[in-house]
């Protein structure tokens, strides 16, 4: 492991900017706030057990770690602290469940009729919530029915001598929102790339923030071994998930302390699509054929994206689109953090934290949101009762691609992320 | 995305810099590892408080006194009608937080421990405070809402060097009704906003405090709409009633942090924070762009001018090492004020005048890093807020106007060659 992390907290001054931050102690009495939790608490956690459990009701959203003039690594602590916690207890049965994407897509892919009821059915939900922890309320996707893989393989990328871009689209995208997978594919096409779609599984970033290490550096050394060969070529990843995107470009490495060349190579490589995108534009090398988008839509930067310190690069690539109106949001998180608001004892602390997103986007009188996260969209389509749609959406339909595109693209785009919540 | 100017740092020396240029039509990136001191200082703001001991009346008028004591201060490259500009500018942009005073004279206005701290600028919220005119003071607290202590604040009130009677008492009221676990400031303050708690508070106080009595609380009432709130108490209780600066986090700082970044985020500035600058490729003496360290690694930005607010040795801008070494952090500056080792660099008592103290960089009249020699760095670099050195900020209480002023003037500084350029391509 590397003690980097660690140590880091002897540089904390506990001067309490991450307790002003921190939306989950705001909304809680239940967390002690992450300076607490975090570097003090740390000090008295040694080869026993944690001094204390209440770091479980950290969500694990990094606004701590990013506020923090002195360079403490408070989330990732408190990530370590809470597998300590699990370590000890052992992982609840729910928890190891929701922390695997890829199994529940493929149990539901088949049966994504019957899935999609049951999902949405309040009584189904009623009891799921008393047997297993799931609260009925939580923002749930439906199953697409065919992953985005399988449309993949279907389809014919550009002629060879373009330049490539591989593309990891995570979980979200290949079980629930294949639509969206589509959509980067035709404006990564569009810009003159030959997309290359590797084989891909979880990247692990909700086993580790349900605490369960061993199984999350297996999921990463798995995607990592897929991805590394195009690495090596010096070919750019791009990831539609701000999440999964920084879980490889560092926090596999940060919190899980994974130490190899591979990990390395392939952390180099990854790039937040909107960052990639935006790059293309600050080299000229974007097409602007933009046609007007006459609407004014709110966008929130997901705690996970802000993690990557990339600035906001969709307002960036946004306001090239003409008539298109973009209303920057200023609360900091959604609430749902992943797998946090699904859980029973932790769905209403997600949706207070998440109250004064949805009220300021209800606020502007729109009932289309951006956001980039996938989690995030169906946490606020649920709270704010509008359309959630990833940045690269607003971009495809400004390309005109919902109207060019191959066949299937249209209703999706016009279907967009919306839940039923 | 390419950006015009880059400014290191986002305190109210770094905020005030983006925002100028960004109303100015620039598009400005703020880097910062993190967020600045407005989360942990009072958000009063403080010009010149302290000459020697002596403490200032008049920061305007003292001005003079300063410089000759301390030749190398920042202000000396601030001229007097545009240190007034800069806080003419930064209470427009301060907007509903209604900032009150001048430069004519420092108000007076008790801090967490009941010292009367000199202040030019203060948020509406608190100007009743003012302990100038003497009178009878109450200061009311909260059980468990550790970081605000009334009794502490009054008794040491009524033992402080002031021209006019006062006295002062201390009243605690049990916690506001509702509410579950820790009672933190943040957490109070949002209740403030959320729940309204003005009604409870107001009900307390009204059988609590007499008519003649100017009320001070603990400065929590609200991030969102706290001048409503305490206008809305000066009415029901038909008294004054002041807000006090706690232990931290300041919620007026916070209160005035996200005043600046709304008005940086609406006019198209971006702030990043959890980054590092870590340098800077130069051509022909002028910065080409700048290193910065986010998730990936290091990413270079093209850049026009960049704005250095990094701090002093508190925000990390300037670090002493085990060696003795004292170097600036991000661009590895010349400094100024840094004892030679084999003087001393610290004295033994805390609050004495410390040798180190002063350590910073030395700029021009444009606020620029100047070398030994006093030929700028790099020649659109500028520097703002405590990484300039010559200045002893906690014992002036000078260190928010400096920020102001400071960040103020190498704004001016970025924006007065294209304004030239402008009138000579119209000429």
């Known amino acids: ?421 | 995305m390419s950006y015009d100017t880059l400014v290191v740092g986002a305190g109210i020396a770094g905020l005030t810099a983006a925002l100028r240029l960004t109303e100015q039509g620039q598009r400005v990136l703020i880097a910062a590892r993190g967020v600045g001191a407005t989360h942990l200082a009072p958000a009063t703001i403080d010009v010149l408080g302290y000459l020697g001991d002596a403490r200032v009346e008049s920061p305007a008028g003292s001005m003079k006194a300063l410089l000759a004591a301390s030749p190398d201060h920042p202000y000396r490259h601030i001229p007097a009608d545009q240190l007034a500009a800069s806080l003419t500018w930064f209470t427009a942009r301060a907007g509903t937080l209604g900032y009150v005073g001048s430069l004519e004279e420092n108000m007076l206005l008790p801090t967490a421990l009941g010292v009367p701290r000199p202040s030019a600028l203060a948020p509406q919220t608190m100007s009743a405070g003012d302990l100038r005119a003497g009178g009878r003071f109450v200061f009311v607290g909260v059980k468990g809402f550790k970081d605000f202590h009334p009794a502490l604040i009054a008794e040491n009130l009524v033992r402080a060097e002031l021209s006019q009677p006062v006295t002062a008492r201390a009243v605690e009221l049990e916690a506001p009704p509702g509410g579950l676990g820790d009672l933190s400031g943040r957490v109070i303050a949002g209740r403030f906003d959320d729940d309204d708690l003005s009604h409870w508070l107001a009900g307390e106080l009204v059988n609590r405090t007499e008519p003649d009595e100017r009320i001070g609380v603990p400065a929590v009432l609200g991030v969102r709409s706290a001048t409503e709130t305490w206008g809305e108490l000066e009415r029901t209780l038909e008294r004054k009633v002041f807000e006090v600066s706690t232990l931290p986090p300041s919620i007026p700082g916070i209160r005035l942090y996200e005043a600046m970044a709304r008005a940086l985020r609406a006019g198209g500035a971006r702030i990043v924070h959890g980054v590092r600058v870590v340098g800077a490729h130069a051509n022909d003496g002028r910065i080409a762009s700048v290193d910065v360290v986010n998730a990936t690694g290091t990413v270079s930005h093209p850049i026009g001018s960049v704005v250095l607010a990094s701090g002093g040795f508190a925000s990390g801008g300037l670090e002493l090492d085990s060696f003795g070494v004292t170097r600036e952090t991000v661009f590895d500056l010349p400094l100024i004020g840094v004892p030679t080792t084999e003087r001393v660099r610290f004295a033994p008592g805390y609050f004495d005048a410390q040798p180190l103290a002063r350590a910073g960089v030395a700029t021009d009249d444009l606020l620029r890093p100047v070398d030994a020699a006093g030929r700028p760095v790099y020649t659109n670099l500028h520097a703002a807020g405590a990484i300039v050195g010559g200045a002893v900020p906690w014992k002036e209480m000078s260190g928010t106007g400096i920020s102001i002023a400071t960040g103020y003037a190498a704004a001016e500084a970025i924006l007065a060659p294209a304004t030239l350029a402008v009138s000579e391509a119209v000429r």
């Not at chain 1, 990564?188 to 779609?197: A, D, M």
């Not at chain 1, 999964?244 to 490589?269: N, P, Y």
């Not at chain 1, 009188?365 to 606020?380: K, N, P, V």
Request: hydrophobic residues 35%; glycine residues 8%; proline residues 7%.
């Open chain 1, 1 to 421: 492991m590397n003690d980097v992390i660690r140590d880091s907290l002897d540089h904390c001054v506990k001067c309490t900017i991450c307790e002003s931050f921190c939306p989950v102690s705001q909304a809680t009495p239940l967390f002690p706030g992450p300076k607490y939790a975090g570097p003090q608490a740390e000090r008295y956690r040694g080869a026993g057990p944690s001094p204390d459990s209440s770091v479980d009701y950290c969500s694990g959203c990094g606004i701590c770690t990013q506020v923090c003039p002195q360079d403490v690594k408070i989330a990732e602590i408190n990530s370590r602290a809470r597998a300590k916690v699990w370590e000890r207890r052992g992982i609840p049965l729910r928890n190891q469940l929701i922390a695997r994407p890829t199994v529940i897509g493929r149990l539901g892919t088949p049966v994504a009729p019957l899935a999609n009821w049951a999902l949405h059915n309040r009584a189904v939900r009623t009891v799921v919530q008393s047997v297993i922890g799931i609260h009925r309320d939580a923002p749930m996707p439906s199953f697409a029915g065919k992953t985005f893989q399988r449309r993949s393989r279907n389809h014919h990328a550009a002629p060879g001598d373009a330049p490539a871009v591989v593309y990891f689209h995570g979980c979200g995208t290949n079980y629930y929102e294949p639509h969206v997978g589509e959509m980067v594919v035709a404006v990564l096409e569009h810009n003159g790339f030959r997309v290359i779609v590797p084989e891909q599984d979880c990247c692990g970033l909700p086993l580790q923030s349900n605490g369960n290490f061993p199984a999350a550096r297996t999921y990463v050394r798995r995607l990592v071994d897929r991805l590394a060969p195009h690495a090596r070529e010096g070919l750019p990843i791009v990831s539609n998930s701000t999440s999964c995107g920084l879980m490889l470009k560092r926090e596999a490495h940060e919190i899980l302390g994974i130490d190899e060349e591979d990990l390395k190579i392939v952390s180099g490589s990854m790039f937040d699509l909107c960052e990639f995108l935006a790059g293309l534009h600050e080299r000229g090398a974007l097409r602007t054929d933009f046609q007007s988008l006459p609407l004014t839509v709110p966008y929130h930067a997901p705690c996970q994206q802000r993690g990557h310190g990339i600035g906001k690069p969709a307002l960036d690539l946004l306001a090239l689109v003409p008539d298109l109106k973009m209303i920057e949001l200023d609360v900091d998180c959604c609430g749902i953090a992943g797998t946090y608001g699904l859980k029973k004892e932790k769905y209403e602390i997600s949706m207070t934290v998440g109250s004064r997103l949805f009220s300021d986007i209800t606020a502007t009188g729109s009932d289309l949101a951006a956001c980039d996260s996938e989690t995030c969209r169906w946490q606020i389509a649920h709270g704010a009762g509008v359309t959630a749609v990833h940045p690269i959406e607003l971009l495809f339909r400004a390309y005109g691609l919902d109207r060019t595109s191959r066949q299937g693209l249209v209703a999706a785009a016009m279907r967009s992320a919306s839940v039923d919540g």
